[in-house]
Each structure stands twice: as C-alpha cells, then as structure tokens.
C-alpha cells in the first residue's frame, strides 16, 4: 500500500489501537535511514507497545516524501480514512512553505504542483501493438520528469521568496487542516497536531541561506494558528502534540529538518508520552 510500515500488508482486522501518521519526508523517514525500524514512527509503537503489553497497537507510516498537506489530506480523504484508525498525527505544515514561497494562494496549491495526463491518440494504439521498439521508447517517454513537476524550474529570487513567506498567512494550510479535524469528528476519529521541527537558525542557514528566517517565522506562524485553533475547539479528540525545539540539539539533524537517530528516538519518546497521556484519559 506504499507504507514505510514492517514490510507487510495492513491487517483488514483492526488491532486494539490503530495510529495512522501522516506527513512529509520528515515522517517518510528514508531520507537519512534505509531502515523503517530507526524511523520516529516505528520507534513510537515500541514504546507504546512496551507501555501497553496487553494490548495490539500500530503505527502507520503514512509519510509522503515532500508531501503538502493537500496532498495528505487527499491521501486521508481517499485511502487513510478507510484504515479505521484510531488516532490521527497530522505532522506540521513543512512543505507548505514551498508554494507560501512561490505565491501559490491556490486552495489546492495546484499552481506549484503540475502534472500532465497524456490519453494516447487512435494510431498511437495501433503503431504500439506493433512495434516493442516503440513500446520500451514509449515507456521512456512517459516516465520523463516533465509528466510531474512538484516545483518550478526556476524559483523567484531569495528577496521575493522572503517577502512572499513574509506575507502568507496559511489560509490554504488552515482550511486543509479544519478539513482534516472536522472529517476526523465526522468518523469518530481523534485528531492530533505535531508541529514541524527545524534545526537552530544557525545550522538553518547552512542549508537555507538568507530565507532561513523567513522559513522559520512562516512555521511558526502557521503552528500559532494551528494550535489556537485546537485550543477554540476545545474538545479532547481534538488535540495538539507539543514537541519543544529546546528537547533537540543541532547534533540530532542530519540537515535542517531530517533528524538522526538520537533525534529520531527523542521524538518518538516525546509523541509516545502524550498518546499515553490520551490512552490512558480515555
């Protein structure tokens, strides 16, 4: 099913707890580890388990490597939703920051996404059953990189990005993530926000240059939102994880925002407390 989840299929027979997880290359995980098992994900259901021995529990690896919340609130909408889960972790808006940079208002973010749908032509079908030469070139040519552009070929200059991070106030991110908690409600679902995680604006601007400080207040801005927004609501399946930038160090990333190891298992310790937290409220 495209889960970075022990190798296996999903179980149709829910286990006793059910998380599903989704988020960028941050929860996806294979970006420093070859191995699912050093992912926060897989480290939060040990601890869980160790927590709960009586008990089955999962934790889905819904990661979408540079995935925007769009695209992870169509994933939930369409394929997540239908796992049963139990809880949800909507991990930050980080990817968002793409199209905020590009000035991408769009209430899809579809003007920094660009796919192209090709139906083949009557004499296409035809020339195509008859040669495998044109087949294998065929193939080739559909699999070009042009058929899905996830960002622009030339971004603006660093001064229009920072003055269009300086300027989004995350209208879209905000509607995907009301979409997010009110079809969670609908199905009984118990929703939580984990926010987004950089590294020191140091270490930030190794890898970010001068948009270090745009990229940093733009998350910030949106984790304000978000977190007033749950505090509003006021409900107990409706909740907001609190994972602070002072339990890390620059040594547990591996660049500005993908952690190591060490960075991996303290943020699973730091989720692990307050899904226990939920658990045992309930």
Request: net charge negative.
């Amino acid at each position: 099913m495209g889960y970075r989840w022990h190798g296996r299929e999903i179980s149709e027979s829910a286990p006793d707890y059910r998380i599903l997880v989704l988020g960028g290359s941050t929860t996806f995980s294979n970006y420093c580890f070859q191995d699912y098992r050093d992912s926060w994900c897989y480290q939060l259901e040990l601890l869980l388990r160790s927590e709960f021995p009586e008990s089955s529990i999962e934790v889905i690896n819904a990661g979408l490597n540079y995935g925007m919340s769009s695209e992870l609130l169509s994933h939930f909408m369409f394929k997540g939703q239908f796992l049963k889960p139990n809880l949800v972790i909507l991990h930050g808006p980080g990817n968002d920051s793409l199209p905020a940079s590009l000035g991408d208002y769009s209430t899809d973010y579809s003007k920094t996404r660009d796919f192209v749908y090709h139906t083949r032509r009557p004499m296409e079908k035809v020339l195509l059953s008859k040669s495998g030469l044109l087949r294998c070139l065929y193939a080739i040519w559909l699999n070009a990189p042009h058929y899905a552009k996830l960002e622009p070929i030339e971004f603006p200059n660093n001064e229009l990005q920072e003055t269009n991070l300086n300027n989004c106030q995350g209208e879209t991110f905000m509607n995907n993530l009301n979409s997010f908690i009110n079809l969670c409600v609908e199905k009984e679902i118990t929703f939580a926000y984990l926010p987004f995680l950089y590294s020191s604006i140091d270490r930030m601007t190794k890898f970010h240059g001068n948009l270090s400080k745009a990229l940093c207040e733009f998350e910030a801005r949106l984790t304000f939102k978000a977190r007033m927004r749950i505090k509003h609501l006021n409900s107990k399946e409706v909740n907001f994880f609190e994972c602070p930038d002072s339990e890390f160090s620059d040594e547990d990333f591996y660049d500005s925002c993908h952690l190591i190891q060490t960075g991996e298992k303290k943020k699973a310790e730091i989720v692990a407390q307050q899904v226990i937290n939920l658990l045992v409220r309930k």
